[in-house]
């Protein structure tokens, strides 16, 4: 009996030992990481400079501007496996802490697209001091509130070699709507259900065109659904954003990304958009059918256990599939 006993108690322990040793494996990526320090006029900034492990002259260099919320430099690990592709291909890449958060200076809910925009130029700036970095094949990737971001960038910084951008947003309001609407019906809501959320974000938006406190907004608030104080000073500040017009700033290479189970954009009117402003010599659109608006595959998107399943045990299948190849292809084209 104890020598069953002994026997199981090896057997589960190798099978932890290994069960650990392939998590870390899976966890493990071909490039090297870099924590920074950027000081600015503003205050400082931090993130992480990932370069390839081996490389030779100077190398691209893609600067990440991050979607909406509390987002760290590495998107709780979610951008390594891009970052890798990005490593692969020659590319090194740099990724920021929003304000507020890893150590930077400030509140990213205190900002403005505008504000966002010049922290990334900040950063630009000082990787062009880099000796590694090719200062002519700096390019943007960006995810959804990117879309109000990068192209502010890019008309004041008109020598990137390119930008990605990935389920952008177009006009904050048009969005919203729009995001509504299909989460209700996505969740199975009647339209009378779906009438009167409308009618009430209409009351919300009307508060904010006249410029209303957040004492005015909670004397109409719905308990379930309740903005906190520092959201709400965001969104009065933001919810006017529109890159419509601004899109005529590109200039070079611009490569939209869109999911078709994308239900916080209208990937329809976002890619209408796009290819009405810019350039068909500069435009290319890639569709994945089955990405949502983070590019997560649809299987991984329709179950929250099965997403953290994946990020755990297999964090490169978290993405679509072709989504990462995809991006790797754009940057390979561009000349170094």
């Known amino acids: 009996m104890k020598k069953y006993i002994k026997l199981t108690t090896w057997i589960i322990t190798g099978l932890v030992v290994a069960g650990f040793l392939f998590v870390l494996k899976q966890h493990s990526y071909a490039m090297t990481e870099q924590k920074i320090e950027i000081e600015t006029s503003q205050g400082k900034l931090t993130g992480t400079l990932i370069l390839p492990e081996k490389y030779s002259g100077n190398i691209g260099?893609?600067?990440?501007?991050?979607?909406?919320?509390?987002?760290?430099?590495?998107?709780?690990?979610?951008?390594?496996?891009?970052?890798?592709?990005?490593?692969?291909?020659?590319?090194?890449?740099?990724?920021?802490?929003?304000?507020?958060?890893?150590?930077?200076?400030?509140?990213?809910?205190?900002?403005?697209?505008?504000?966002?925009?010049?922290?990334?130029?900040?950063?630009?700036?000082?990787?062009?001091?880099?000796?590694?970095?090719?200062?002519?094949?700096?390019?943007?990737?960006?995810?959804?509130?990117?879309?109000?971001?990068?192209?502010?960038?890019?008309?004041?910084?008109?020598?990137?070699?390119?930008?990605?951008?990935?389920?952008?947003?177009?006009?904050?309001?048009?969005?919203?709507?729009?995001?509504?609407?299909?989460?209700?019906?996505?969740?199975?809501?009647?339209?009378?259900?779906?009438?009167?959320?409308?009618?009430?974000?209409?009351?919300?938006?009307?508060?904010?065109?006249?410029?209303?406190?957040?004492?005015?907004?909670?004397?109409?608030?719905?308990?379930?659904?309740?903005?906190?104080?520092?959201?709400?000073?965001?969104?009065?500040?933001?919810?006017?954003?529109?890159?419509?017009?601004e899109l005529s700033y590109f200039n070079v290479p611009v490569h939209l990304v869109l999911g078709g189970q994308d239900i916080n954009v209208d990937i329809e009117e976002t890619e209408r958009i796009y290819r009405d402003k810019i350039p068909a010599s500069l435009l290319s659109v890639s569709y994945f059918p089955d990405a949502d608006h983070s590019m997560l595959s649809k299987k991984n998107a329709a179950s929250p256990l099965r997403t953290f399943l994946t990020a755990v045990l297999f964090p490169r299948q978290l993405v679509d599939n072709q989504y990462l190849n995809d991006l790797t292809q754009f940057i390979q084209i561009q000349p170094l």
Do not use: C
Request: aromatic share 10%; net charge negative.
């Open 61 to 245: 260099l893609v600067v990440f501007v991050h979607g909406d919320g509390p987002i760290n430099d590495t998107y709780d690990d979610a951008y390594k496996p891009l970052w890798e592709k990005f490593a692969s291909a020659g590319y090194a890449s740099l990724s920021l802490n929003k304000p507020g958060i890893g150590g930077a200076s400030g509140n990213w809910l205190e900002q403005s697209m505008e504000d966002r925009a010049q922290e990334t130029i900040s950063a630009i700036n000082w990787a062009k001091s880099l000796p590694m970095i090719d200062t002519q094949s700096i390019g943007l990737w960006g995810a959804s509130q990117a879309g109000w971001v990068i192209p502010k960038i890019v008309r004041e910084v008109p020598d990137l070699a390119f930008s990605i951008l990935v389920s952008p947003a177009v006009n904050w309001i048009s969005q919203g709507k729009y995001n509504t609407r299909a989460e209700m019906k996505q969740d199975g809501l009647s339209e009378h259900e779906i009438k009167v959320k409308e009618h009430y974000n209409a009351q919300v938006l009307q508060l904010l065109n006249e410029r209303a406190s957040y004492e005015d907004y909670l004397h109409i608030a719905q308990s379930e659904d309740l903005i906190p104080r520092e959201r709400w000073g965001f969104i009065a500040k933001n919810y006017q954003s529109d890159a419509t017009e």
